[in-house]
């Protein structure tokens, strides 16, 4: 099993310029999530997906999109990068059921630069 | 707001201590609670979970829960330089999702 798979690992934007960060998990989870990691702040929810179907705002939500496309992908849009958004970018899941339903397993990250 | 407070560190222990990191939290309704360690560079890795009050062990590493008290600990004994990390401390935020601390940066020396 990969677990949570990220692409891409790397990205430089200029300002304006639109991506997709892609997401994918084999682990049969019912929930997926992005954060954003900034130094000195910690991990902070853009996006998550309780169960394929549905998307919620997290708590740093604006400048982003996203889309749960399946039961195992889920992916994040910036539509028009900003500076701001320079930051490094984790996918997780989680989902097993029971006293698991909330343990959570990250993707690798993708470091992002907007110039 | 719900909040998860950790001190930042750098926490700097020698080769062969226990290691104690510490974590508070807000919200009197959480249930679940997890450390998890992080290397530079790379993303973080589920290393302990702990749902009830009391003590939980995993080899070298003791998660103790204290929800009276909204405190959550990580010991990890025999610190190895491996050990070398940011632990970060994660408590269930509602609905699927978890609140995280900032991290504290743990040093050990040889």
């Known amino acids: 099993n990969a677990g949570v798979t990220q692409t891409p690992k790397f990205q430089v934007l200029k300002t304006g310029q639109s991506m997709t960060l892609q997401c994918a998990q084999d682990m049969n989870h019912n929930s997926m999530y992005w954060y954003r990691q900034d130094p000195g702040m910690g991990l902070r929810l853009i996006y998550y997906s309780a169960s394929e179907g549905t998307t919620d705002k997290g708590e740093v939500p604006n400048g982003y999109n996203v889309s749960r496309l399946n039961k195992r992908e889920f992916s994040l849009r910036l539509e028009s990068a900003a500076p701001s958004q320079t930051s490094v970018y984790f996918c997780a899941s989680s989902g097993l059921g029971g006293n698991s339903y909330n343990e959570q397993f990250f993707g690798p990250g993708t470091r992002l630069t907007v110039l | ?110």
Not at chain 2, 2 to 23: R, T
């Open chain 2, 1 to 110: 707001q719900k909040e998860v407070e950790q001190n930042s560190g750098p926490l700097s222990v020698p080769e062969g201590a226990i290691a104690s990191l510490n974590c508070t939290y807000s919200d009197r309704g959480s249930q679940s609670f997890f450390w998890y360690r992080q290397y530079s560079g790379k993303s973080p890795e589920l290393i302990m979970s702990i749902y009830s009050n009391g003590d939980k062990e995993d080899g070298r590493f003791t998660a103790q829960l204290n929800k009276a008290s909204q405190y959550v600990s990580l010991l990890i004994r025999d610190s190895q330089p491996s050990d070398s990390a940011t632990y970060l401390c994660a408590v269930s935020g509602g609905y699927n999702k978890l609140i995280f601390g900032a991290g504290t940066r743990l040093a050990v020396h040889p």
